[in-house]
Protein backbone atom coordinates (compact mmCIF):
# COMPACT_ATOMS: atom_id res chain seq x y z
CA UNK A 1 0.00 0.00 0.00
CA UNK A 2 2.99 2.20 0.79
CA UNK A 3 4.65 1.82 -2.55
CA UNK A 4 0.80 2.65 -4.44
CA UNK A 5 0.64 5.67 -2.77
CA UNK A 6 4.42 6.45 -3.41
CA UNK A 7 3.76 5.75 -7.19
CA UNK A 8 0.32 7.33 -7.14
CA UNK A 9 2.38 10.95 -5.63
CA UNK A 10 5.22 10.82 -8.21
CA UNK A 11 2.89 10.60 -10.82
CA UNK A 12 0.60 13.05 -9.64
CA UNK A 13 3.79 15.25 -9.46
CA UNK A 14 4.89 14.63 -12.86
CA UNK A 15 1.87 15.53 -14.23
CA UNK A 16 1.83 19.19 -11.98
CA UNK A 17 5.47 19.59 -14.05
CA UNK A 18 3.90 19.16 -17.36
CA UNK A 19 1.12 21.28 -16.73
CA UNK A 20 3.40 23.87 -15.33
CA UNK A 21 5.95 23.62 -18.39
CA UNK A 22 2.90 23.79 -21.10
CA UNK A 23 1.86 27.24 -19.07
CA UNK A 24 2.25 30.63 -21.88
CA UNK A 25 4.66 32.73 -21.15
CA UNK A 26 3.45 35.97 -19.39
CA UNK A 27 3.21 38.65 -21.98
CA UNK A 28 5.20 41.58 -21.87
CA UNK A 29 4.39 44.38 -19.55
CA UNK A 30 2.93 47.69 -21.36
CA UNK A 31 2.84 51.12 -20.94
CA UNK A 32 1.06 53.75 -22.35
CA UNK A 33 2.90 57.23 -23.35
CA UNK A 34 1.33 60.18 -25.18
CA UNK A 35 2.94 62.02 -28.02
CA UNK A 36 2.51 65.80 -28.95
CA UNK A 37 2.60 66.12 -32.87
CA UNK A 38 4.05 69.10 -34.26
CA UNK A 39 1.87 71.39 -36.72
CA UNK A 40 -0.96 69.01 -36.11
CA UNK A 41 -3.86 71.67 -36.60
CA UNK A 42 -6.33 69.85 -38.63
CA UNK A 43 -7.55 66.00 -37.95
CA UNK A 44 -6.53 64.56 -41.09
CA UNK A 45 -2.64 65.43 -39.94
CA UNK A 46 -3.13 63.12 -37.02
CA UNK A 47 -4.94 60.40 -38.24
CA UNK A 48 -2.14 60.31 -40.92
CA UNK A 49 0.52 60.01 -38.34
CA UNK A 50 -1.26 57.43 -36.61
CA UNK A 51 -1.67 55.60 -40.06
CA UNK A 52 2.13 55.74 -40.31
CA UNK A 53 3.08 54.35 -36.30
CA UNK A 54 0.01 51.41 -37.69
CA UNK A 55 1.43 50.78 -41.31
CA UNK A 56 5.19 51.39 -40.24
CA UNK A 57 5.73 49.77 -36.95
CA UNK A 58 2.78 47.75 -36.30
CA UNK A 59 1.29 50.17 -33.45
CA UNK A 60 -1.70 48.25 -32.25
CA UNK A 61 -3.18 50.10 -29.47
CA UNK A 62 -3.28 54.24 -30.13
CA UNK A 63 -5.89 56.78 -29.52
CA UNK A 64 -6.23 60.16 -30.85
CA UNK A 65 -6.77 63.47 -29.80
CA UNK A 66 -7.42 66.14 -32.64
CA UNK A 67 -8.10 68.62 -30.02
CA UNK A 68 -4.80 68.34 -28.18
CA UNK A 69 -2.67 66.94 -31.28
CA UNK A 70 -1.56 63.71 -29.65
CA UNK A 71 -1.40 60.50 -29.84
CA UNK A 72 -1.43 57.50 -26.99
CA UNK A 73 0.34 54.73 -27.70
CA UNK A 74 0.51 51.26 -25.42
CA UNK A 75 3.18 48.87 -26.08
CA UNK A 76 6.23 47.13 -24.69
CA UNK A 77 9.18 49.56 -23.78
CA UNK A 78 11.05 49.18 -26.62
CA UNK A 79 8.05 49.85 -29.15
CA UNK A 80 7.68 52.77 -27.12
CA UNK A 81 11.25 53.73 -27.93
CA UNK A 82 10.70 53.62 -31.90
CA UNK A 83 7.54 56.08 -31.55
CA UNK A 84 9.19 58.17 -29.69
CA UNK A 85 12.41 58.11 -31.90
CA UNK A 86 10.13 58.72 -35.24
CA UNK A 87 8.17 60.82 -33.60
CA UNK A 88 10.51 63.58 -32.77
CA UNK A 89 12.39 62.99 -36.32
CA UNK A 90 8.79 64.33 -38.12
CA UNK A 91 8.60 67.00 -35.61
CA UNK A 92 11.89 68.47 -36.88
CA UNK A 93 12.26 68.03 -40.59
CA UNK A 94 15.37 69.23 -41.60
CA UNK A 95 15.99 72.34 -42.75
CA UNK A 96 17.08 71.18 -46.66
CA UNK A 97 15.40 67.32 -47.52
CA UNK A 98 17.52 64.97 -46.60
CA UNK A 99 17.36 61.16 -46.01
CA UNK A 100 17.46 60.36 -42.12
CA UNK A 101 17.94 56.35 -41.59
CA UNK A 102 18.24 54.72 -37.60
CA UNK A 103 19.60 50.57 -38.43
CA UNK A 104 18.15 48.59 -36.16
CA UNK A 105 21.25 47.35 -34.34
CA UNK A 106 20.97 51.37 -32.83
CA UNK A 107 18.31 50.90 -30.90
CA UNK A 108 16.07 47.98 -29.10
CA UNK A 109 14.52 46.16 -31.51
CA UNK A 110 10.51 46.07 -30.34
CA UNK A 111 9.32 42.20 -29.73
CA UNK A 112 6.12 43.15 -31.66
CA UNK A 113 8.11 43.84 -35.09
CA UNK A 114 8.47 40.52 -37.21
CA UNK A 115 11.70 39.01 -39.03
CA UNK A 116 12.45 40.21 -42.11
CA UNK A 117 14.72 38.65 -44.22
CA UNK A 118 18.19 37.20 -41.82
CA UNK A 119 16.32 38.35 -38.52
CA UNK A 120 14.72 41.75 -37.05
CA UNK A 121 18.13 43.25 -37.14
CA UNK A 122 18.64 43.34 -41.09
CA UNK A 123 15.47 45.67 -40.52
CA UNK A 124 15.69 49.93 -40.59
CA UNK A 125 13.37 52.59 -40.10
CA UNK A 126 14.11 55.27 -42.51
CA UNK A 127 12.22 58.88 -42.98
CA UNK A 128 12.62 60.60 -46.66
CA UNK A 129 12.05 64.12 -46.76
CA UNK A 130 11.11 64.77 -50.49
CA UNK A 131 12.55 68.17 -52.21
CA UNK A 132 10.14 67.60 -55.27
CA UNK A 133 7.71 65.65 -55.00
CA UNK A 134 4.70 68.19 -53.49
CA UNK A 135 1.63 67.27 -54.61
CA UNK A 136 -0.68 64.41 -53.36
CA UNK A 137 -0.68 62.76 -56.73
CA UNK A 138 3.36 62.75 -57.47
CA UNK A 139 3.51 61.16 -53.84
CA UNK A 140 0.68 58.46 -54.10
CA UNK A 141 2.48 57.40 -57.38
CA UNK A 142 5.92 57.33 -55.81
CA UNK A 143 4.42 55.50 -52.68
CA UNK A 144 2.96 52.51 -55.07
CA UNK A 145 6.39 52.57 -56.92
CA UNK A 146 8.19 51.70 -53.75
CA UNK A 147 5.22 48.96 -53.04
CA UNK A 148 4.58 47.68 -56.66
CA UNK A 149 8.40 48.05 -57.96
CA UNK A 150 9.80 47.35 -54.53
CA UNK A 151 7.86 45.17 -52.79
CA UNK A 152 7.67 47.04 -49.80
CA UNK A 153 4.54 47.63 -48.06
CA UNK A 154 5.59 48.94 -44.86
CA UNK A 155 5.74 52.68 -45.92
CA UNK A 156 3.27 55.49 -45.54
CA UNK A 157 3.56 59.15 -46.63
CA UNK A 158 3.21 61.89 -44.05
CA UNK A 159 1.96 64.65 -46.39
CA UNK A 160 2.43 67.59 -42.98
CA UNK A 161 6.17 67.09 -43.90
CA UNK A 162 6.73 65.90 -47.30
CA UNK A 163 7.81 62.91 -46.20
CA UNK A 164 7.52 58.93 -46.47
CA UNK A 165 8.30 56.54 -43.77
CA UNK A 166 9.39 53.09 -44.50
CA UNK A 167 10.71 49.76 -42.75
CA UNK A 168 12.46 47.23 -44.26
CA UNK A 169 15.68 45.27 -44.80
CA UNK A 170 18.82 46.47 -45.86
CA UNK A 171 18.52 45.20 -49.41
CA UNK A 172 15.11 46.39 -50.26
CA UNK A 173 16.32 50.46 -48.46
CA UNK A 174 18.87 50.46 -50.96
CA UNK A 175 16.30 50.29 -53.55
CA UNK A 176 13.92 52.30 -52.40
CA UNK A 177 17.11 55.21 -51.31
CA UNK A 178 17.81 54.53 -55.29
CA UNK A 179 14.18 54.87 -56.54
CA UNK A 180 13.46 58.35 -54.37
CA UNK A 181 16.44 59.48 -54.77
CA UNK A 182 15.64 59.40 -59.21
CA UNK A 183 12.21 59.94 -59.04
CA UNK A 184 12.31 63.16 -56.56
CA UNK A 185 13.59 65.15 -59.50
CA UNK A 186 12.37 68.56 -60.57
CA UNK A 187 10.06 67.89 -63.60
CA UNK A 188 11.87 68.78 -66.86
CA UNK A 189 15.28 68.49 -65.26
CA UNK A 190 17.67 66.35 -67.77
CA UNK A 191 17.64 62.89 -66.55
CA UNK A 192 18.97 59.60 -67.28
CA UNK A 193 18.99 56.95 -64.71
CA UNK A 194 21.45 53.96 -64.58
CA UNK A 195 20.23 50.42 -64.01
CA UNK A 196 20.37 49.14 -60.46
CA UNK A 197 20.85 45.58 -59.36
CA UNK A 198 18.47 44.06 -56.90
CA UNK A 199 18.60 40.57 -54.83
CA UNK A 200 16.00 40.83 -52.38
CA UNK A 201 16.09 39.25 -49.57
CA UNK A 202 13.95 36.38 -50.60
CA UNK A 203 13.27 35.39 -54.55
CA UNK A 204 15.46 35.29 -57.65
CA UNK A 205 17.34 38.72 -58.17
CA UNK A 206 16.60 41.18 -61.09
CA UNK A 207 17.46 44.57 -62.47
CA UNK A 208 15.67 47.92 -62.15
CA UNK A 209 15.74 51.39 -64.20
CA UNK A 210 13.75 54.47 -64.31
CA UNK A 211 12.99 55.22 -67.90
CA UNK A 212 12.49 59.19 -68.66
CA UNK A 213 10.39 59.75 -71.46
CA UNK A 214 11.48 62.77 -73.98
CA UNK A 215 8.48 62.40 -76.49
CA UNK A 216 5.92 60.60 -75.05
CA UNK A 217 5.20 62.82 -72.24
CA UNK A 218 1.07 62.94 -72.19
CA UNK A 219 -0.04 60.95 -69.32
CA UNK A 220 -2.31 59.28 -72.47
CA UNK A 221 0.94 58.69 -73.85
CA UNK A 222 2.83 57.13 -70.89
CA UNK A 223 -0.17 54.82 -69.61
CA UNK A 224 -0.20 53.20 -73.18
CA UNK A 225 3.69 52.05 -72.92
CA UNK A 226 3.16 50.94 -69.42
CA UNK A 227 0.28 48.56 -70.64
CA UNK A 228 2.79 47.42 -73.44
CA UNK A 229 5.25 46.85 -71.36
CA UNK A 230 2.73 44.24 -69.23
CA UNK A 231 0.97 43.15 -71.66
CA UNK A 232 3.77 42.50 -74.88
CA UNK A 233 7.15 42.32 -72.68
CA UNK A 234 5.36 40.86 -69.41
CA UNK A 235 6.91 43.06 -67.21
CA UNK A 236 4.45 43.60 -63.66
CA UNK A 237 6.58 45.16 -61.52
CA UNK A 238 6.12 48.64 -63.11
CA UNK A 239 4.79 51.85 -62.10
CA UNK A 240 4.70 55.55 -63.78
CA UNK A 241 5.36 59.26 -62.27
CA UNK A 242 2.63 61.75 -64.26
CA UNK A 243 5.29 64.67 -63.38
CA UNK A 244 8.34 63.58 -64.31
CA UNK A 245 6.79 61.07 -67.63
CA UNK A 246 8.69 58.39 -66.40
CA UNK A 247 8.55 54.49 -65.83
CA UNK A 248 9.99 52.24 -63.49
CA UNK A 249 10.57 48.84 -64.33
CA UNK A 250 11.78 45.91 -62.87
CA UNK A 251 12.79 42.59 -64.39
CA UNK A 252 15.37 39.84 -65.37
CA UNK A 253 18.85 41.33 -67.71
CA UNK A 254 16.42 40.02 -70.92
CA UNK A 255 12.88 41.95 -69.58
CA UNK A 256 14.86 45.20 -69.00
CA UNK A 257 16.87 45.04 -72.17
CA UNK A 258 13.29 44.53 -74.05
CA UNK A 259 11.37 47.20 -72.37
CA UNK A 260 14.55 49.41 -73.51
CA UNK A 261 13.77 48.58 -76.95
CA UNK A 262 9.88 49.03 -77.06
CA UNK A 263 10.52 52.54 -75.07
CA UNK A 264 12.68 53.99 -77.50
CA UNK A 265 10.79 52.52 -80.29
CA UNK A 266 7.87 53.92 -78.99
CA UNK A 267 9.28 57.39 -77.49
CA UNK A 268 9.72 59.07 -80.94
CA UNK A 269 9.02 62.35 -82.53
CA UNK A 270 5.90 61.40 -83.94
CA UNK A 271 6.52 63.84 -87.11
CA UNK A 272 9.80 61.86 -87.87
CA UNK A 273 8.71 58.22 -88.13
CA UNK A 274 7.90 57.45 -91.84
CA UNK A 275 7.91 54.04 -91.47
CA UNK A 276 5.24 51.16 -91.62
CA UNK A 277 7.31 48.14 -89.36
CA UNK A 278 9.61 48.79 -86.76
CA UNK A 279 13.09 46.01 -87.12
CA UNK A 280 12.03 42.77 -85.15
CA UNK A 281 13.04 42.38 -81.27
CA UNK A 282 14.35 38.94 -80.58
CA UNK A 283 13.97 38.50 -76.52
CA UNK A 284 16.71 36.40 -75.17
CA UNK A 285 15.82 33.33 -73.62
CA UNK A 286 12.00 33.37 -74.56
CA UNK A 287 10.45 30.49 -76.21
CA UNK A 288 10.68 30.25 -79.90
CA UNK A 289 6.68 30.50 -80.34
CA UNK A 290 6.75 33.69 -78.51
CA UNK A 291 10.36 35.35 -78.88
CA UNK A 292 9.71 38.60 -81.56
CA UNK A 293 8.25 41.70 -81.09
CA UNK A 294 6.84 43.90 -83.91
CA UNK A 295 5.74 47.26 -84.09
CA UNK A 296 3.20 48.27 -86.75
CA UNK A 297 2.58 51.78 -87.51
CA UNK A 298 -0.05 53.04 -89.84
CA UNK A 299 -0.17 56.17 -91.38
CA UNK A 300 -3.95 56.56 -90.76
CA UNK A 301 -5.46 58.52 -87.87
CA UNK A 302 -7.42 55.21 -87.07
CA UNK A 303 -8.54 56.55 -83.70
CA UNK A 304 -8.88 54.47 -80.29
CA UNK A 305 -12.35 52.83 -81.54
CA UNK A 306 -10.83 51.94 -84.94
CA UNK A 307 -7.06 50.83 -83.28
CA UNK A 308 -9.30 48.83 -80.83
CA UNK A 309 -10.52 46.65 -83.54
CA UNK A 310 -7.68 45.80 -85.53
CA UNK A 311 -6.59 44.83 -81.80
CA UNK A 312 -9.68 42.55 -81.34
CA UNK A 313 -8.74 41.14 -85.22
CA UNK A 314 -5.20 39.95 -84.40
CA UNK A 315 -6.42 38.35 -81.30
CA UNK A 316 -9.02 36.35 -82.65
CA UNK A 317 -7.27 35.59 -85.78
CA UNK A 318 -4.11 34.09 -83.73
CA UNK A 319 -4.86 33.75 -79.87
CA UNK A 320 -1.27 33.16 -78.76
CA UNK A 321 -0.49 36.53 -79.96
CA UNK A 322 0.11 39.45 -77.34
CA UNK A 323 -0.99 42.45 -78.47
CA UNK A 324 -1.09 46.32 -77.07
CA UNK A 325 -1.39 49.23 -79.12
CA UNK A 326 -0.16 53.17 -79.17
CA UNK A 327 -2.10 56.17 -80.09
CA UNK A 328 0.69 58.95 -81.45
CA UNK A 329 2.55 57.92 -83.84
CA UNK A 330 -0.85 54.89 -84.60
CA UNK A 331 1.03 52.00 -83.87
CA UNK A 332 0.42 48.26 -82.87
CA UNK A 333 2.35 46.50 -80.49
CA UNK A 334 2.69 42.84 -81.08
CA UNK A 335 4.55 39.90 -80.01
CA UNK A 336 4.66 35.96 -80.80
CA UNK A 337 6.70 33.64 -83.12
CA UNK A 338 8.55 34.97 -86.71
CA UNK A 339 5.45 32.88 -88.87
CA UNK A 340 2.74 34.71 -86.44
CA UNK A 341 3.91 38.01 -87.04
CA UNK A 342 4.37 37.25 -90.41
CA UNK A 343 1.01 36.51 -90.71
CA UNK A 344 -0.56 39.45 -88.67
CA UNK A 345 1.45 42.01 -91.17
CA UNK A 346 -0.55 40.07 -94.09
CA UNK A 347 -3.60 40.30 -91.88
CA UNK A 348 -3.06 44.48 -91.73
CA UNK A 349 -2.20 44.60 -95.20
CA UNK A 350 -5.47 43.12 -96.29
CA UNK A 351 -7.13 45.91 -94.36
CA UNK A 352 -6.92 49.68 -94.28
CA UNK A 353 -4.78 49.68 -91.61
CA UNK A 354 -1.78 50.09 -93.94
CA UNK A 355 -2.92 52.89 -96.79
CA UNK A 356 -2.34 56.44 -96.24
CA UNK A 357 -5.05 58.70 -95.47
CA UNK A 358 -6.48 59.91 -98.68
CA UNK A 359 -6.05 63.47 -99.07
Given at each position: MKLKALLLALAACSIGASVATAQPAAPAPTTSK????????APQVIQEYATVLRTVLDVRDLTTDPATSTVTVT??????????WLTREL????????????PMEQIPVPASLPAMGPG???EA???FFLAHTKTPQAMQELLTTLRTVADVQKVFNYTLQTALVVRAPTAQMALVAYLIGELDAAPGSPHTAPEFPFAPPVGPASVVRVFFLSHATSPAAVQQILTALRTVVGIMKVFNNTALASLT??????DLAASDWLIRTLDSDPGSNAQTVSPEYRI??????DDTIRV???PRSIGPAGIQQYVSLLRTQQTALKVSSFASPTALIVRGSASQLTQAEQSLGAGDWAKATTP
Open positions: TFTVAGATGSADLLIMVDNSPPAAPKFRNVPRDVRVVRGTSASGAAPNFYS
